[in-house]
């Protein structure tokens, strides 16, 4: 059974950066597609960045330059480093595992974290 458990989340100031780390079991990340997404109240469920398992990574336009994805092999997590926050990345973030080597679209991600809250203040 795969789990995802998300940490890292916080508050912090515009401009200020924070790290979010995803601990998966029941899977090895190296070989499947992970993404990271973020979820705000009556908005639907967005595409931040994803990690294929060729190794390609993509980026929503609104945090490219100041987001980056990372596999950390060795201990399984799935990473996202967070630069130069902004207000409107206040949100709760989800990491998720496609189950599949490419990435598809948000709603065939099959296995889901429950979350952590990112605030940003102006």
């Known amino acids: 059974q795969v789990q995802l458990v998300e940490s890292g989340g916080g508050s912090v100031q515009a401009g200020g950066s924070l790290r979010l780390s995803c601990a998966a079991s029941?899977?090895?990340?190296?070989?499947?597609?992970m993404g990271w997404f973020r979820q705000v109240p009556g908005k639907e469920r967005e595409g931040v960045a994803t990690?294929?398992?060729?190794?390609?990574?993509a980026y929503v336009d609104s945090v490219k330059g100041r987001f980056t994805i990372s596999k950390d092999e060795g201990k399984n997590t799935l990473d996202l480093q967070m630069d130069d926050l902004k207000p409107e990345d206040t949100a709760m973030y989800y990491c998720a595992a496609a189950g599949d080597f490419w990435c598809p679209q948000v709603d065939k991600y099959k296995d889901w974290g429950q979350g952590t809250q990112v605030t940003v203040s102006s």
């Open positions: 029941g899977l090895t990340i190296r070989y499947y597609c």
């Open positions: 990690f294929s398992g060729a190794g390609d990574t």
